[in-house]
């Protein structure tokens, strides 16, 4: 490791969960012990196993005498677990840190050990339950979907839903013809009929009530309105047991009866926004109905309060997708209705249903969407409808709508993360770059240090500027005592928004956001668009102001 004692210092101040594993082992650990601990790390998704350091915080390290031998170690491991665990030893001031570096199981694949699959519960490690042996193994299973469903018949879709998707996917795709072809072939076409069987996405898409009441109880979606967040009966609930093609357009409406319309003014600028979008809401009632797990036995829940409006769906993320990587990774549970979904254009089979919520509450100057009640059992959304700023409303407004356009999700999450005073994480600094005439002149110097966090100052650009973006006054009224001192300012480099040589306080340092984003040309051009136009137009981003310094 380049630099092994700050790595060290992370890990003894990481907090102890199924990835890290830190044991003092001043003088040996056992063997067995060791294997138990490298197979539940693996089983929990990899991980790190540390010794030499005090288990209890404030952790120190204290040194390790274990494994002297770690080669032999690391071959005793993998003829164990057939995995390839590395081990490696540095020599802290403290004394000796052994660490194992522990891969992820294979997709599918729980890792056994003495009869036992290990996994950590706590302090401890216990066998794993029934119920997460069982993810683990559906992991790599079928598209439950596709799968047929032996004893129901074409009598069991109703007319009107099939009638409907095949409107919609002539709509979609212009093929005329499918307006001319029996049912059985269309149905076989759009693969929800194998060798003339229904498919289980064939009867959630298009199955009447009683054959879903018999065959699938669980595919209905439930509906509540809830003025308050009281217990008790909801005021209004509807559970839609039927044809998804057919119930979706009726939610939507039905949640329209109390989306009110938020009004604002400024100058001769008027905004009239609805608190729920349409495009958002009705791209996360399909996430829900497309990627919920079939094989549990709730509902799919929407409960509409007067400014929140959550959907909960069955089933956790697949493995590898988690609420803080949801928009760049993405994994169809259901690929077949997923197929239906797109051959409609109801949804995007490369998946950008989560990018449009995400830029669709952007625009509209809204809370991100909020995953924070999702676990291993169920995803849990929440779109929240207040209009945080009106003068986020204005700047877009400048921008105008085609310029707008152009725009990725990347760049919108980043005009939004510098507007609302928030670090950029790491995911966004290289997302979506490819080489350009930065990497042909090297690297930009080092003044960032890559992380996650707030922007700290190591260093100076020794470069002319071409644009700078700076703290404005109007940062005062939230925080009346960095008025007056010196802003931060953030230099457009080589391609790269880096911090320019500017005077920089401790407290600008803290209120301030990484804009080290490697950009390729096209990315940098429309950012660049956008920061040339704020000073003319003389538009403040609610807290931070944008102005050019040639």
């Given at each position: 490791?380049?630099?092994?004692?700050?790595?060290?210092?992370?890990?003894?101040?990481?907090?102890?969960?199924?990835?890290?594993?830190?044991?003092?082992?001043?003088?040996?650990?056992?063997?067995?012990?060791?294997?138990?601990?490298?197979?539940?790390?693996?089983?929990?998704?990899?991980?790190?196993?540390?010794?030499?350091?005090?288990?209890?915080?404030?952790?120190?390290?204290?040194?390790?005498?274990?494994?002297?031998?770690?080669?032999?170690?690391?071959?005793?491991?993998?003829?164990?677990?057939?995995?390839?665990?590395?081990?490696?030893?540095?020599?802290?001031?403290?004394?000796?840190?052994?660490?194992?570096?522990?891969?992820?199981?294979?997709?599918?694949?729980?890792?056994?050990?003495?009869?036992?699959?290990?996994?950590?519960?706590?302090?401890?490690?216990?066998?794993?339950?029934?119920?997460?042996?069982?993810?683990?193994?559906?992991?790599?299973?079928?598209?439950?979907?596709?799968?047929?469903?032996?004893?129901?018949?074409?009598?069991?879709?109703?007319?009107?839903?099939?009638?409907?998707?095949?409107?919609?996917?002539?709509?979609?795709?212009?093929?005329?013809?499918?307006?001319?072809?029996?049912?059985?072939?269309?149905?076989?076409?759009?693969?929800?009929?194998?060798?003339?069987?229904?498919?289980?996405?064939?009867?959630?898409?298009?199955?009447?009530?009683?054959?879903?009441?018999?065959?699938?109880?669980?595919?209905?979606?439930?509906?509540?309105?809830?003025?308050?967040?009281?217990?008790?009966?909801?005021?209004?609930?509807?559970?839609?047991?039927?044809?998804?093609?057919?119930?979706?357009?009726?939610?939507?409406?039905?949640?329209?009866?109390?989306?009110?319309?938020?009004?604002?003014?400024?100058?001769?600028?008027?905004?009239?926004?609805?608190?729920?979008?349409?495009?958002?809401?009705?791209?996360?009632?399909?996430?829900?109905?497309?990627?919920?797990?079939?094989?549990?036995?709730?509902?799919?829940?929407?409960?509409?309060?007067?400014?929140?409006?959550?959907?909960?769906?069955?089933?956790?993320?697949?493995?590898?997708?988690?609420?803080?990587?949801?928009?760049?990774?993405?994994?169809?549970?259901?690929?077949?209705?997923?197929?239906?979904?797109?051959?409609?254009?109801?949804?995007?089979?490369?998946?950008?249903?989560?990018?449009?919520?995400?830029?669709?509450?952007?625009?509209?100057?809204?809370?991100?969407?909020?995953?924070?009640?999702?676990?291993?059992?169920?995803?849990?959304?929440?779109?929240?409808?207040?209009?945080?700023?009106?003068?986020?409303?204005?700047?877009?407004?400048?921008?105008?709508?085609?310029?707008?356009?152009?725009?990725?999700?990347?760049?919108?999450?980043?005009?939004?993360?510098?507007?609302?005073?928030?670090?950029?994480?790491?995911?966004?600094?290289?997302?979506?770059?490819?080489?350009?005439?930065?990497?042909?002149?090297?690297?930009?110097?080092?003044?960032?240090?890559?992380?996650?966090?707030?922007?700290?100052?190591?260093?100076?650009?020794?470069?002319?500027?071409?644009?700078?973006?700076?703290?404005?006054?109007?940062?005062?009224?939230?925080?009346?005592?960095?008025?007056?001192?010196?802003?931060?300012?953030?230099?457009?480099?080589?391609?790269?928004?880096?911090?320019?040589?500017?005077?920089?306080?401790?407290?600008?340092?803290?209120?301030?956001a990484s804009w080290m984003m490697h950009y390729n040309s096209t990315r940098c051009n429309r950012i660049q668009s956008v920061l040339g136009l704020l000073p003319k137009q003389g538009v403040d981003l609610g807290c931070t102001a944008i102005t050019g310094c040639n």
């Amino acid at each position: 490791m380049a630099d092994s004692s700050e790595q060290i210092k992370e890990w003894l101040t990481a907090k102890e969960d199924e990835h890290l594993e830190v044991k003092e082992a001043k003088n040996s650990f056992e063997f067995e012990d060791l294997v138990k601990y490298c197979a539940a790390l693996a089983n929990e998704g990899g991980g790190h196993m540390i010794l030499g350091a005090t288990d209890r915080p404030p952790r120190r390290v204290v040194g390790s005498q274990a494994f002297g031998d770690l080669e032999r170690t690391k071959a005793g491991l993998v003829e164990r677990l057939h995995l390839r665990i590395e081990a490696a030893e540095f020599h802290h001031p403290g004394g000796r840190v052994v660490v194992f570096t522990v891969p992820s199981r294979p997709l599918g694949v729980p890792i056994q050990y003495r009869g036992a699959y290990w996994m950590r519960a706590g302090q401890d490690l216990v066998p794993m339950t029934s119920d997460t042996l069982r993810r683990i193994f559906e992991e790599t299973g079928p598209d439950f979907s596709a799968e047929i469903r032996s004893k129901a018949s074409i009598d069991d879709l109703d007319s009107g839903a099939i009638e409907r998707f095949r409107t919609l996917w002539r709509r979609k795709s212009g093929i005329e013809t499918l307006d001319r072809v029996s049912v059985r072939q269309l149905l076989a076409d759009a693969e929800l009929l194998i060798d003339g069987q229904i498919t289980y996405a064939a009867l959630i898409l298009l199955g009447t009530r009683e054959a879903l009441g018999k065959y699938l109880g669980q595919a209905e979606v439930v509906f509540e309105y809830r003025s308050s967040e009281a217990s008790g009966p909801a005021q209004h609930r509807v559970e839609y047991r039927t044809a998804a093609i057919s119930f979706l357009e009726d939610i939507w409406n039905t949640i329209s009866l109390r989306n009110d319309i938020q009004h604002f003014q400024d100058g001769l600028f008027i905004w009239d926004i609805p608190t729920f979008s349409e495009a958002a809401t009705r791209e996360a009632i399909l996430n829900a109905v497309a990627h919920r797990d079939y094989r549990r036995v709730e509902s799919v829940f929407i409960r509409q309060y007067p400014r929140r409006l959550e959907i909960v769906s069955p089933g956790g993320f697949l493995p590898g997708i988690t609420p803080e990587n949801f928009l760049w990774k993405q994994a169809p549970r259901n690929r077949r209705i997923a197929e239906a979904f797109a051959k409609c254009g109801l949804v995007e089979r490369a998946g950008q249903g989560a990018n449009r919520m995400l830029e669709e509450c952007i625009k509209e100057s809204k809370p991100l969407p909020d995953l924070s009640g999702t676990d291993e059992y169920q995803v849990a959304l929440a779109l929240r409808g207040e209009v945080q700023e009106p003068g986020f409303l204005r700047f877009l407004e400048k921008i105008g709508r085609e310029r707008l356009a152009e725009f990725t999700t990347m760049d919108l999450l980043v005009i939004d993360l510098v507007h609302r005073e928030q670090a950029v994480p790491e995911v966004l600094l290289y997302a979506q770059t490819r080489p350009g005439p930065r990497d042909k002149q090297g690297p930009a110097p080092e003044t960032h240090r890559r992380q996650s966090r707030r922007w700290k100052p190591t260093g100076r650009v020794d470069a002319s500027p071409s644009v700078a973006v700076t703290k404005a006054d109007s940062i005062a009224p939230r925080d009346p005592q960095n008025r007056g001192k010196s802003a931060p300012c953030w230099t457009y480099y080589q391609q790269s928004l880096v911090p320019g040589p500017a005077t920089v306080s401790s407290s600008d340092a803290r209120l301030s956001a990484s804009w080290m984003m490697h950009y390729n040309s096209t990315r940098c051009n429309r950012i660049q668009s956008v920061l040339g136009l704020l000073p003319k137009q003389g538009v403040d981003l609610g807290c931070t102001a944008i102005t050019g310094c040639n």
